[in-house]
């Protein structure tokens, strides 16, 4: 029937009541008066009224009983005092509301092994009901008898969810954990009718539609896809989610309405046009947890039946729902990999009106009326594509990027690409992979990294840093011991000339005397005058020894003979004392009194310009760790994660020492491999994945490592060890290509709808001109 207006019943509002612990499941009876729901610790009956809810019996009490503790309760599509209630521990129960107390539970049967998930009702037999359980048995019972009538066995992990098929009674459809469908007919329990794989996820939930043959599933993998039952199987529409899908309920009296609610993080309870997939209809967002079930209230189509984790149960009024599509941007740009924008706005619909002269030729354009209200009109929305070239980009994926020099600007994404692919992770030594990296980093135009490159072979790529490392707080307690090391050690440093035999203005003894002192420190530290080098996780570097062992591409990084990245003025922190490098010359020489003789006297030649310091205060020991965590901090502010990460990887165990928290560098590794699917890099993503130490970056290597195939002649799974072979019709046909007949050797293309595939080159030549199965006709849609 077309749509109306949804302002129609204006007495309709949003009413909601708190229970006794959250509901799983809902459900409504024949006249759509009343509602039950049922959970772990809840089993109730409310009557539903134009102000409210009011409660008509609780059939749980404080009985403690786990066959009370409900995951599904179902109403008898006929009667309305029956009532079937599927329990955690297996149990299914018939309840008749029409019995006193205890009475209540009329039947109790102990026939899963494991959880009942499901229950429902036959559409037109009263005494007929089916359950689904995780043991992947299906159980039918009459009401009549003690036991199951029939078992259906679904060769599956687990049943999530059962509905029969409103046109064919004796058809009901069957949704499980490995993704496929089955539909079975309740006169032939041997083996079912139609098994095909819909979804890479389990499947929670399935709802036949009212009018048309389309069953509609839901799953883990997001999506909500339509099926046409006429015939084979095939996809019409998918919906794709923001969370996994936990309940579907086609809308009543519209076609192409669907309402979903999630499984985990998402509350809001949505209503989907299936033409417009991306977006919703319309959602209500009053929920506060996780929507566990939802019901529509009979044929009325604007007023939708909720309960949720927050212990609440909402009716619904579709007037009062938001339209995320007027709150979306009806603009979008994306950027291409190889520097090309597509940019996309909304139009508006125009129909085109002649001016009624057959001779003239100019036409006027006016808005398109519509007795339907624009609100209705959400699938109609129409935009417009335009596409923007880069010129000269002749970029290949696997052309080799040209050396970067100052007459070549390369773009950022090629830069990217280049340093993906060119860049090692291991394989070499600490020092040969930063000094091959720094020279990649050189290549395309990457200054900053090329110098950070250079300082980790020098601090982390000689021996004095290799593993095992010592924290500073090992050492930063010996405060006077460790004064004196580093006044030796600088002492040591300085001194070079003296034991050259070089004098200080002819004053050799007095040198030899400090020296002396030196040495006799050294002893107090039982070394016996012997020099202790600094610890391994320390450096002391001079200004020269760092411009002589370092290559620095941009000098203006460079403050006071230190390098200086970011923000913060690291100088203040790394630079020696003013006092120790700094110094009055003429202050530090001994002042003498020249006597008459002397001033006759000429200076010797070649008089050694030697600088004696009589007083070197303790010089602080630079560690290199902070240092080298705030520039990696740095190159992730400005956009190069790249970069960031790996320096990491390529640190080994060093980048233990490095103060950077776990949570920052998996929030690295995801940007980066994100970045790198982008752009199609799947062999350079899968690489750092397996260099990550991070658990849930190498879980991503493991995720959708199954896939279920099928017999393409029979439709049964494929669960033997012999490849393609099918147990049941015997047949090897599955493991032919569907296009040239022969046995496929090598990479093989398979559809999961209908079963068929074949060589991947084969397929990839047939599909560029057919859009349909050679084999069956299904709409295979390869790309």
């Given at each position: 029937?077309?749509?109306?207006?949804?302002?129609?019943?204006?007495?309709?509002?949003?009413?909601?009541?708190?229970?006794?612990?959250?509901?799983?499941?809902?459900?409504?009876?024949?006249?759509?008066?009343?509602?039950?729901?049922?959970?772990?610790?809840?089993?109730?009956?409310?009557?539903?009224?134009?102000?409210?809810?009011?409660?008509?019996?609780?059939?749980?009490?404080?009985?403690?009983?786990?066959?009370?503790?409900?995951?599904?309760?179902?109403?008898?599509?006929?009667?309305?005092?029956?009532?079937?209630?599927?329990?955690?521990?297996?149990?299914?129960?018939?309840?008749?509301?029409?019995?006193?107390?205890?009475?209540?539970?009329?039947?109790?049967?102990?026939?899963?092994?494991?959880?009942?998930?499901?229950?429902?009702?036959?559409?037109?037999?009263?005494?007929?009901?089916?359950?689904?359980?995780?043991?992947?048995?299906?159980?039918?019972?009459?009401?009549?008898?003690?036991?199951?009538?029939?078992?259906?066995?679904?060769?599956?992990?687990?049943?999530?969810?059962?509905?029969?098929?409103?046109?064919?009674?004796?058809?009901?459809?069957?949704?499980?954990?490995?993704?496929?469908?089955?539909?079975?007919?309740?006169?032939?329990?041997?083996?079912?009718?139609?098994?095909?794989?819909?979804?890479?996820?389990?499947?929670?939930?399935?709802?036949?539609?009212?009018?048309?043959?389309?069953?509609?599933?839901?799953?883990?993998?997001?999506?909500?896809?339509?099926?046409?039952?006429?015939?084979?199987?095939?996809?019409?529409?998918?919906?794709?989610?923001?969370?996994?899908?936990?309940?579907?309920?086609?809308?009543?009296?519209?076609?192409?309405?669907?309402?979903?609610?999630?499984?985990?993080?998402?509350?809001?309870?949505?209503?989907?046009?299936?033409?417009?997939?991306?977006?919703?209809?319309?959602?209500?967002?009053?929920?506060?947890?996780?929507?566990?079930?939802?019901?529509?209230?009979?044929?009325?189509?604007?007023?939708?039946?909720?309960?949720?984790?927050?212990?609440?149960?909402?009716?619904?009024?579709?007037?009062?729902?938001?339209?995320?599509?007027?709150?979306?941007?009806?603009?979008?740009?994306?950027?291409?990999?190889?520097?090309?924008?597509?940019?996309?706005?909304?139009?508006?619909?125009?129909?085109?009106?002649?001016?009624?002269?057959?001779?003239?030729?100019?036409?006027?354009?006016?808005?398109?009326?519509?007795?339907?209200?624009?609100?209705?009109?959400?699938?109609?929305?129409?935009?417009?594509?335009?596409?923007?070239?880069?010129?000269?980009?002749?970029?290949?994926?696997?052309?080799?990027?040209?050396?970067?020099?100052?007459?070549?600007?390369?773009?950022?994404?090629?830069?990217?690409?280049?340093?993906?692919?060119?860049?090692?992770?291991?394989?070499?030594?600490?020092?040969?992979?930063?000094?091959?990296?720094?020279?990649?980093?050189r290549k395309y135009g990457k200054h900053n990294a090329t110098t950070l490159w250079n300082f980790i072979k020098l601090f982390y790529g000689t021996t004095h840093f290799e593993p095992p490392f010592e924290h500073r707080s090992s050492f930063s307690n010996q405060k006077n011991p460790m004064s004196s090391r580093r006044a030796t050690q600088v002492a040591s440093d300085w001194s070079q000339p003296h034991e050259q035999g070089q004098e200080l203005n002819g004053n050799s003894q007095e040198t030899q005397h400090e020296a002396a002192e030196a040495s006799e420190d050294g002893d107090e530290l039982g070394g016996g005058g012997k020099q202790h080098p600094p610890p391994t996780s320390s450096v002391i570097l001079s200004e020269t020894q760092i411009i002589s062992e370092i290559t620095f591409d941009n000098f203006e990084l460079?403050?006071?003979?230190?390098?200086?990245?970011?923000?913060?003025?690291?100088?203040?922190?790394?630079?020696?004392?003013?006092?120790?490098?700094?110094?009055?010359?003429?202050?530090?020489?001994?002042?003498?009194?020249?006597?008459?003789?002397?001033?006759?006297?000429?200076?010797?030649?070649?008089?050694?310009?030697?600088?004696?310091?009589?007083?070197?205060?303790?010089?602080?020991?630079?560690?290199?760790?902070?240092?080298?965590?705030?520039?990696?901090?740095?190159?992730?502010?400005?956009?190069?994660?790249?970069?960031?990460?790996?320096?990491?990887?390529?640190?080994?165990?060093?980048?233990?020492?490095?103060?950077?928290?776990?949570?920052?560098?998996?929030?690295?590794?995801?940007?980066?491999?994100?970045?790198?699917?982008?752009?199609?890099?799947?062999?350079?993503?899968?690489?750092?994945?397996?260099?990550?130490?991070?658990?849930?970056?190498?879980?991503?290597?493991?995720?959708?490592?199954?896939?279920?195939?099928?017999?393409?002649?029979?439709?049964?799974?494929?669960?033997?060890?012999?490849?393609?072979?099918?147990?049941?019709?015997?047949?090897?046909?599955?493991?032919?290509?569907?296009?040239?007949?022969?046995?496929?050797?090598?990479?093989?293309?398979?559809?999961?709808?209908?079963?068929?595939?074949?060589?991947?080159?084969?397929?990839?030549?047939?599909?560029?001109?057919?859009?349909?199965?050679?084999?069956?006709?299904?709409?295979?849609?390869?790309?």
């Amino acid at each position: 029937m077309p749509d109306t207006s949804e302002d129609a019943d204006p007495s309709t509002v949003s009413l909601r009541i708190c229970s006794e612990g959250h509901a799983n499941a809902l459900a409504l009876n024949k006249d759509h008066n009343q509602i039950a729901v049922a959970g772990r610790s809840l089993l109730k009956v409310y009557e539903i009224e134009s102000d409210g809810f009011t409660e008509v019996c609780n059939m749980r009490g404080k009985n403690q009983n786990l066959s009370y503790s409900s995951n599904d309760v179902a109403w008898s599509t006929l009667d309305s005092n029956i009532l079937a209630t599927a329990a955690t521990n297996g149990v299914v129960s018939v309840w008749d509301l029409s019995k006193f107390g205890r009475q209540k539970q009329l039947l109790v049967y102990h026939e899963h092994e494991r959880t009942a998930h499901t229950v429902t009702f036959h559409s037109t037999e009263p005494n007929i009901l089916i359950s689904g359980s995780q043991d992947g048995t299906i159980k039918c019972f009459d009401i009549r008898s003690d036991t199951s009538v029939n078992t259906y066995f679904s060769n599956s992990e687990s049943v999530r969810d059962l509905k029969f098929s409103p046109h064919s009674p004796s058809v009901f459809s069957a949704v499980s954990e490995n993704g496929t469908v089955q539909l079975w007919d309740m006169r032939k329990w041997d083996k079912c009718m139609v098994q095909f794989t819909a979804h890479s996820g389990p499947i929670y939930t399935c709802d036949w539609h009212p009018t048309r043959n389309w069953l509609a599933t839901g799953s883990r993998d997001k999506q909500i896809k339509v099926w046409n039952m006429d015939g084979r199987a095939s996809l019409e529409y998918t919906i794709h989610t923001i969370a996994v899908v936990g309940r579907v309920k086609w809308r009543p009296e519209r076609t192409y309405h669907i309402a979903s609610c999630a499984l985990v993080v998402d509350y809001s309870v949505h209503v989907w046009d299936i033409r417009r997939p991306f977006i919703p209809f319309a959602s209500f967002n009053e929920h506060t947890n996780v929507t566990t079930d939802i019901a529509w209230q009979g044929s009325d189509s604007h007023c939708l039946l909720s309960t949720s984790k927050d212990s609440r149960l909402y009716k619904h009024a579709f007037k009062d729902a938001t339209r995320p599509a007027l709150k979306a941007n009806a603009q979008g740009a994306s950027l291409g990999r190889h520097g090309d924008i597509s940019f996309a706005n909304k139009i508006k619909e125009y129909t085109a009106k002649t001016s009624g002269v057959s001779n003239t030729k100019s036409t006027n354009f006016i808005r398109r009326k519509s007795n339907v209200p624009g609100n209705m009109q959400f699938h109609l929305d129409h935009s417009k594509m335009y596409m923007f070239m880069l010129k000269n980009t002749n970029m290949a994926s696997g052309t080799e990027f040209p050396a970067h020099d100052t007459t070549t600007e390369l773009r950022v994404h090629e830069v990217f690409i280049g340093c993906a692919r060119e860049l090692q992770l291991s394989g070499k030594k600490l020092a040969e992979l930063c000094e091959h990296n720094a020279d990649v980093s050189r290549k395309y135009g990457k200054h900053n990294a090329t110098t950070l490159w250079n300082f980790i072979k020098l601090f982390y790529g000689t021996t004095h840093f290799e593993p095992p490392f010592e924290h500073r707080s090992s050492f930063s307690n010996q405060k006077n011991p460790m004064s004196s090391r580093r006044a030796t050690q600088v002492a040591s440093d300085w001194s070079q000339p003296h034991e050259q035999g070089q004098e200080l203005n002819g004053n050799s003894q007095e040198t030899q005397h400090e020296a002396a002192e030196a040495s006799e420190d050294g002893d107090e530290l039982g070394g016996g005058g012997k020099q202790h080098p600094p610890p391994t996780s320390s450096v002391i570097l001079s200004e020269t020894q760092i411009i002589s062992e370092i290559t620095f591409d941009n000098f203006e990084l460079l403050r006071n003979g230190f390098i200086y990245v970011g923000p913060a003025d690291v100088t203040k922190a790394v630079a020696f004392p003013d006092t120790a490098l700094h110094h009055d010359v003429q202050a530090a020489r001994p002042q003498l009194d020249l006597k008459a003789t002397e001033h006759e006297k000429s200076p010797p030649p070649h008089v050694p310009s030697i600088l004696k310091v009589s007083h070197v205060p303790p010089i602080p020991m630079w560690e290199p760790h902070q240092f080298v965590a705030d520039a990696l901090m740095l190159q992730n502010d400005v956009g190069d994660v790249q970069t960031a990460l790996t320096i990491l990887i390529v640190m080994g165990e060093a980048r233990q020492m490095l103060p950077i928290e776990d949570a920052v560098v998996e929030h690295w590794f995801h940007t980066y491999v994100d970045q790198l699917h982008r752009y199609e890099l799947w062999n350079e993503a899968c690489e750092v994945i397996n260099r990550a130490w991070v658990r849930s970056v190498r879980q991503l290597n493991q995720h959708s490592t199954v896939m279920h195939t099928n017999c393409g002649e029979c439709g049964r799974p494929l669960g033997g060890n012999v490849g393609w072979y099918c147990d049941k019709c015997k047949s090897m046909q599955s493991a032919k290509c569907c296009v040239c007949g022969l046995i496929v050797r090598g990479v093989y293309a398979w559809c999961q709808g209908c079963s068929h595939g074949g060589h991947i080159e084969h397929l990839q030549q047939y599909f560029a001109k057919h859009s349909k199965c050679p084999k069956c006709g299904h709409l295979c849609a390869f790309s």
